[in-house]
């Protein structure tokens, strides 16, 4: 009987013992939701560079497209891809057979228009003679000195023809107009080369690939901070754990447009000292606009962060009454314009404070003044009945706060 007794007692213990720990596990929950955690960044000191990116491709500085005036068939070459060339150096040898024959035809007319003018010369004074015993009318003598300026008239057209055959003769023979090396040969023996219309391009020579340039188009929103004379970093495919080295020689003003897109042509200074570099490599170049040494600068998480709404609704906290009240730090009083808001971790409740930001690098953020050394920004927050939207990725960098 006695055993039968205790059961009874042990039920009931055990709902007294269930209903006791729900409670308390319902209080705490009610607890933790009023709750509000704070990540924090603290605001470091370091050096900021702002750089503005641009795509181009390398080109040699001074790189000479060697074409043919006259047409014929190519009979020799004498250089080939990467060779070494000098100025004044035969690269190519036209068939000259047919520009042989024409100046021949011309030593011939010209030949012919010289006898014309002697025999012109002879009338003449035979005429003058006639003239001279009234023997002929004015008008014969007349007539035999048209005829010898027609004949020395005739003989300049006919030395200037032979002239023109010799050139064209002479540009039979293609020379190199530099010293350089031929990146490009577009011509091989046997092919015939038309120049009706435009010059065909023969060879492609660089002057000197130790000293390249990179033609980079930069964005119109960015080319207001590139000038001449700012140092330049880019990097190619073929070596991507190498950062090459540029600086900015030029900023054209002519405009390239793109689908509507306007960009500027930028001429980047490279030297290529070892070769690696090769002509029409493309070039991801990152230019440095502006660079601090030893600034306060802050992470842009602090700029993104807002206080919940349900915060400052309920008049816990007050987000349009920052707290800096408009000087540096030093206690001087600001010249410059407040533009950003940020909210810093006091007494264990944020406090907005406009601060004056500088430059950029993308990842910090220089503080011009509003904030000191060490200060304890907000970037995220976790709690609250209405909070849990407002959560930041958890940076490694930053402290942590837990505010009722």
Known sequence: MASTATKPRF????????????????????????????????????????????????????????????????????????????AGQVVAQIDPATYSAVVMQAEGDLANARAELELAQINLKRTQDLRERNATPQATLDQAVASLHQAEAMVKLKEGALARANVDLQRCTIYSPIDGIVISRSVDVGQTVAASMSAPILFTIANDLAKMQIDANVAEADVGNVEVGQSVEFAVDAYPNRTFQGKINQVRNAALTVQNVVSYDTVISVSNDDLKLKPGMTANASIAVAHRENVLKLGGAAFRFRLPET???????????????????????????????????????????????????????????????????????????????TVAPTNPLGGGMRLR
Do not use: C
């Open 11 to 86: 039920y009931l213990t055990l709902l007294l013992l269930l209903a006791a720990g729900g409670g308390g596990w319902g209080f705490w929950m009610h607890r933790n939701a009023d709750e509000v955690h704070y990540q924090t960044v603290a605001v470091t000191r370091g050096d900021l560079t702002q750089s503005v990116t641009a795509t181009g491709t390398l080109n040699p500085v001074i790189n000479v497209q060697v074409g043919s005036q006259i047409s014929g068939i190519i009979q020799k070459l004498f250089a080939d891809y990467n060779s070494p060339v000098k």
């Open 311 to 389: 915060e400052v609704a309920a008049g816990k906290f007050s987000a349009n009454k920052p707290s800096f009240t408009g000087k540096r730090p030093g206690g001087k009083k600001s010249e410059h314009r407040l533009d950003r808001t940020v909210y810093l971790l006091r007494d264990g409740k944020p406090a907005p404070v406009q601060i004056k930001t500088g430059i950029s690098d993308g990842i910090f953020t220089e503080v011009v003044e509003g904030l000191n050394e060490g200060d304890q920004v907000i970037i995220s927050s976790l709690g609250g009945a209405q909070n849990a939207s």
